[in-house]
């Protein structure tokens, strides 16, 4: 028998995994998706729907480019993918610059497509490529102090700002179905959402949770979050985020 504990973090895996995906279970408790589908819009597009390859601007690793601003996807969570495709899809998110095509793309998709999608870059392991952080400084680009960001990501500041990790764990590890992996993630990409989340042009966080930690966040601190972060080491999964995660898969069926 699960203690009381672990018991309460499936159900509200569960309650999650419905609430923030905007996906429903099918009869027999599942959802279905279609990880070689997803490989193929992600490799190739959708060219009668206008839709580019996804492998264009997120790399072929789905590893994401601070060239072009790009988020990684690689194992980053299912539930996270598909909630952002939907908002996309929705005009709930609206990206600017090179990010502003995704509202078209997202609309071309299915539901069953955006699942598929989701389901194939939550396959595709991380493969240890972080951004380049002197070569981004070299190039002109502002970038923070790692030692200087990881206070914040673990500590953050007493009476302002809570602690990066208090939701996406430890380095950034993420906690699904809610809380997507931002450890290693791209350095341009979380200076701009973490811009974007305080200014407000970025408005799909659950229940404001992300607003209201960005607004007392100082440019500075935004550089040196997103150095520590961009670079953080990974870590050993602890028991409650392996739960969360099987919880989460056990409700996706993955065909091939």
Request: aromatic share 6%.
């Amino acid at each position: 028998m699960l203690r009381l504990s672990k018991l309460a973090k499936v159900c509200w895996g569960t309650v999650a995994l419905l609430a923030f995906s905007g996906v429903s279970f099918a009869g027999d408790g599942a959802v279905t998706a279609n990880a070689s589908n997803g490989k193929n819009i992600f490799e190739n597009g959708k060219p009668d729907a206008g839709v580019t390859a996804c492998v264009t601007c997120h790399g072929e690793k789905a590893m994401g480019n601070d060239d072009m601003g790009t988020p990684r996807l690689a194992n980053l969570g299912y539930v996270y993918i598909v909630k952002q495709l939907t908002n996309f899809a929705e005009d709930k998110r609206t990206p600017q610059g090179l990010g502003a095509v995704m509202n078209g793309f997202a609309k071309s998709l299915s539901e069953q497509e955006k699942r598929d999608i989701s389901a194939y870059v939550n396959t595709l392991p991380k493969s240890g490529e972080t951004s380049d952080l002197k070569g981004l400084k070299a190039a002109g680009t502002a970038v923070g102090e790692p030692y200087k960001g990881e206070i914040l990501v673990r500590y953050g500041v007493e009476g302002k700002v809570s602690a990066c990790q208090s939701c996406h764990g430890f380095n950034g590890r993420g906690a699904d179905p809610v809380y997507p992996k931002i450890g290693q993630q791209k350095y341009v990409y979380i200076v701009n959402q973490l811009t974007n989340w305080r200014d407000a042009s970025r408005t799909n966080d659950p229940m404001g949770q992300m607003r209201a930690i960005a607004k007392n966040l100082t440019d500075d601190d935004i550089h040196n979050a997103a150095a520590y972060l961009s670079q953080a080491p990974e870590s050993t999964m602890g028991d409650s985020m392996e739960l969360n995660n099987q919880m989460v898969m056990q409700h996706v069926k993955i065909t091939k």
